[in-house]
């Protein structure tokens, strides 16, 4: 079949698929005669926290599960709740007995075909195993799939497979004219050209007719960026059904995934559209150092604001949860540990810390999670941190998740020698009984001064505290004035008691 016209097929039948699956769902939702559905929809609050025993709840949580029981303690009783976990009854068991919540990955076995009986069979009973443990709390599909379509072929695609061609074509050398060379090399620089332009299918017909012409064997003939769209479709109706046979066998524990700090918005929302929850790890720190993680213009600290605002685009209606970085990058190598500039790829410090956690849920996180603290010792600053960072947000727990108000207030910076705009701090104010919270965020690099307004008339007159700090605040006609450091956070309270101790 033509190329378009198979894409063409392709997209029509996935469009059809998930234009079906998303009318059930909405009809589920509003009848309630859908008990899978209805359950999903009970699962989270109106604002997307995941509801615990019928509680909204802050998730805290740690893909590291620590083996020391100690470690374990230390962690639940510094705000974490949640941990990942081998498929193991014995682990759940464990952790069960220090009051965590525990997530299971179901990796590949998530991937159903339509008649894939052995799949089935196998993902049965991985759910049948665990679902009843009190423990578990949630399931969560493999590990940045979608990007993994398109990332398993890059090493080869942008560099392995040029390298391979040019060694075949010096090994023709001794028995080819040097018109012939020339022209082979001619060919490799248009497809090179091509490849780094992204008209993929026009590098990869040129590299195709060199592999021809050398009479030489391709390893991996169908490792093309081209036929990445469709390969990820397919993956989304693979998921497709294995959520649904999940929650066919279980109703009561939601469906994750976390995605890498990449892909379209639109190819997002289509994986999106079969689970509760969704997020992407974003590492950021330090700033300079050539780690790639973000793709955005944006590649500083508030990138994690930039991504969580990406992922809230990508997932509306859902939970938001958002891995953050537990490690520096030269931890994650021999070589990195012995890079003797101490700089290069160093391990967060606390302000930068607690900036990415107060940032991601600022701009919309229900759940922050760590990766990477299985590299680093846990007496070291960067646990210690970790710790004291969960604890401020578990005393906060209560304002997170309550209730919002009608109107966000507003932050007007004063005029400064920065590209400011009088831009001021990202605002979140949030009402838990009596008491009030506003959580303020500097996303930018130096210190301002701003002028909040448009609090509600309830906050008239009473006196902001700013924790973790002597300070208070007055609010007088509808606002207050402060400053804050470059990439600060502060949390205004009209009780001392959202303070951790």
Known sequence: ?????????????????????????????????????????????????????????????????????????????????????????????????????????????????????DGKQKLTKMINDFREHPALLVWELPDEALWNVWWGRFPWIFGGQQRELRTQIEKARAN????????????????????????????????????????AENP??????????AESDRLIEAIAHGCNLVRQL?????????????????????????????????????????????????????????????MRAAAPGKS??????????????????????QAKGRRPHFPETRFMAYDAIVHGANAILY?????????????????KVARELRALEPAIVGDRV??????????????????????????TGDDWVLIAVNEYAQGISFNVNQLPREMEGKTLCRLYSEETQVVRNGGFRDGIRGLGVHVYATSRDLQAQ
């Open 220 to 229: 991996h003939p169908t490792w093309k960026m081209s036929r990445c769209p």
């Open 406 to 431: 009608s109107r966000e207030p507003v932050a007007l910076a004063d005029e400064t020698y920065g590209s400011v705009d009088n831009q001021g701090p990202q605002l979140m104010l949030r009402r």
């Open 250 to 310: 279980d109703s009561r524990h939601p469906i994750w995934q976390n995605h890498a700090p990449r892909n379209s918005i639109g190819s997002l929302r289509k994986y999106n559209g079969m689970v509760e929850a969704a997020g992407c790890d974003i590492y950021p720190v330090p700033f300079n150092y050539g780690v790639g993680h973000s793709d955005l213009k944006d590649t500083q600290l508030t990138s994690v604001g930039a991504y969580t605002d990406r």
């Open 176 to 215: 080819a004219p040097e018109t012939t060379i020339a022209r082979w090399r001619s060919l490799m620089d248009r497809a090179d050209d091509y490849d780094e332009r992204g008209l993929w299918k026009q590098a990869e017909e040129l590299y195709d007719t060199l592999w021809a012409e050398l009479k």
């Open 1 to 117: 079949m033509h190329t378009v016209t198979y894409k063409m097929v392709l997209f029509s039948v996935a469009f059809s698929f998930f234009t079906m699956l998303s009318m059930q769902t909405a009809s589920a939702t509003e009848t309630g005669s859908d008990r899978n559905s209805t359950q999903t929809k009970s699962h989270l609050n109106k604002d997307g926290f995941l509801k615990i025993d019928g509680t909204p709840r802050l998730i805290i949580g740690l893909y590291e599960l620590p083996q020391e029981d100690a470690k374990l303690r230390e962690i639940a009783e510094n705000g974490f709740n949640l941990v990942r976990v081998p498929q193991d009854t014995r682990v759940l068991d464990k952790v069960h007995g220090q009051e965590l919540h525990a997530w299971i990955c179901l990796g590949s076995a998530a991937q159903l075909g339509t008649d894939d009986a």
């Open 371 to 387: 990766w990477g603290t299985d590299y680093i010792e846990k007496d070291s600053t960067l646990w210690r941190d970790l710790m």
């Open 320 to 341: 938001i949860w958002m891995v953050l970085q537990g490690f520096g990058w030269r931890d994650l190598s021999q070589e990195g540990k012995d890079d003797p500039d």
